[in-house]
């Protein structure tokens, strides 16, 4: 018999993820997934990497507070640390994705297999499913029941709420625990559906015409809080010559996935899946406004839906509304009229924009746009959700984000924009503070791009 040549020796394990990284689909099915004992070992196990690591101290709030718990223990250790205090840690993680994406050697492949934020999620979900959810955040996610109250008494809904009704959001922070210095959304009287029943026909000199076809989700922001968003993205896609169409089912359950109510995102990543299916077998591109809910089609829903094959076609067709226009200028060119903008435009990198790691699609857009000085921020806005408006966290919502704001401060522009809504009037916000009161622009890119073709 012939000698078998020996088997070769195993592949050497490689520090620092230098492989693509990689995520695991989420087990909220399993009973075991909502384990908190279970969990807390995992977050002990994690915890522990990260404390002789440190390379996310920069990053958002739960970092140092797990380093300063750690270094304030009676060990100099986690062992120090007790386990309840793991909840501290857990609250100020706004899932922005940054410490997996950007600082992690050790994420999977890696042989650690460390996903920080997606921990945190198990955390919160099995927390959620032992003693149940936050009362008042979670009706702060309702996004669409929301905006569809509001909607027929907008004007009084935003005079009760602006800021500078003093008394009545000083009820409000007494009551729900919402921070009366938060600047928070507007809604409106007609919806960005309401407003774009009849989509704005492709122009026939556009440069992609008759080779482009687009349905747009607004996303919920879009649809009850800023219709021009989608009125713009409708309006800049046809110029281009785009076929455009409208389809709104649903929140894409971010509010619902920060909460830990998985099954509940699941139901809403089939349902729109569903409501998209026919578009895309149709050839349609989609096209999501905001960057938390592109992250969620193309990245959170799959993983939440692995053997679904209309979740999976949907992530595969979504782009940013950015990245698409990117794309088109790639592939035929922009339609002619773009004109200069008056004192330049500072885009703000949104984490969850940079978390699809696609790039800074929105300042490459933007820097189509002639004769206009485009610059960059690519810091956390602190904002994430309702952290940003509840007055428990909104302090370090703030506290996170100064760094950003003084950079946006520093360029001097006429406007700011970003591809997450929430974030920008958080900075515009506190770029205000920062400058004695000066106001500046905000907006999302794909206005400015609106603006600057006149339209």
């Not at 979900?125 to 009706?139: C, L, N, T, Y």
């Not at 809403?268 to 592109?294: H, N």
């Not at 602190?382 to 360029?411: D, E, I, L, S, Y």
Request: with cysteine.
């Amino acid at each position: 018999m012939t000698d078998q040549p020996p088997a070769p020796p195993p592949a050497p394990k490689t520090e620092g993820s230098l492989d693509a990284p990689m995520r695991h689909p989420i087990a909220w099915r399993d009973d075991s997934y909502y384990d908190l004992a279970a969990v807390e070992k995992e977050m002990e196990r994690v915890f522990d990497i990260c404390h002789g690591c440190r390379r996310c101290f920069n990053l958002c709030d739960s970092f140092p507070k797990l380093f300063d718990m750690i270094d304030e223990g009676p060990t100099g250790e986690l062992d120090g640390v007790p386990k309840e205090k793991y909840a501290q840690v857990a609250e100020a993680c706004t899932l922005c994705d940054m410490c997996f994406l950007t600082k992690c050697p050790y994420v999977p492949p890696h042989e650690f297999d460390l996903d920080f934020p997606h921990l945190i999620l198990r955390y919160r979900a099995a927390k959620r499913k032992a003693s149940g959810g936050e009362f008042v955040r979670e009706q702060l996610g309702e996004t669409d029941r929301n905006g569809k109250l509001a909607k027929p008494v907008a004007g009084l809904a935003n005079w009760a709420t602006a800021r500078e009704n003093t008394p009545l959001r000083g009820l409000l922070e007494a009551i729900a625990g919402i921070d009366r210095e938060a600047e928070l959304p507007k809604f409106h009287g007609r919806t960005a559906k309401d407003r774009l029943k009849t989509m704005p026909p492709a122009d026939p000199a556009g440069p992609a015409f008759g080779q482009r076809k687009a349905v747009i989700y607004a996303t919920c922001f879009s649809n009850y809080n800023d219709p021009a968003t989608a009125e713009a993205a409708a309006a800049v896609l046809a110029r281009q010559g785009v076929e455009t169409a409208f389809c709104y089912p649903e929140c894409c359950g971010m509010p619902q996935l920060e909460a830990g109510d998985l099954a509940d995102v699941a139901g809403r990543a089939e349902r729109t899946a569903a409501a998209f299916a026919p578009y895309i077998a149709q050839g349609y591109d989609v096209v999501a406004l905001t960057a938390s809910c592109g992250l969620m089609m193309k990245f959170e829903w799959p993983l939440l839906l692995p053997d679904s094959a209309a979740v999976q076609a949907l992530a595969r067709a979504t782009k940013d509304v950015s990245q698409y226009v990117v794309s088109l200028n790639k592939a035929f060119g922009l339609a002619p009229g773009l004109s200069p903008i008056p004192g330049g435009v500072t885009v703000h990198h949104a984490c969850h924009a940079r978390a699809q790691n696609m790039g800074a699609q929105s300042a490459q857009m933007l820097r189509l746009i002639p004769d206009t000085r485009i610059e960059l921020v690519e810091r956390c806005s602190g904002h994430g959700g309702t952290f940003g408006v509840m007055k428990a966290t909104r302090p370090m919502a703030v506290k996170v984000g100064k760094p950003a704001a003084k950079q946006v401060a520093a360029k001097k522009t006429e406007a700011l924009c970003s591809d997450c809504p929430l974030a920008c009037t958080h900075l515009g916000q506190m770029v205000a503070a920062e400058t004695g009161g000066t106001q500046v622009h905000t907006g999302h890119p794909i206005e400015i791009m609106a603006r600057s073709y006149g339209i």
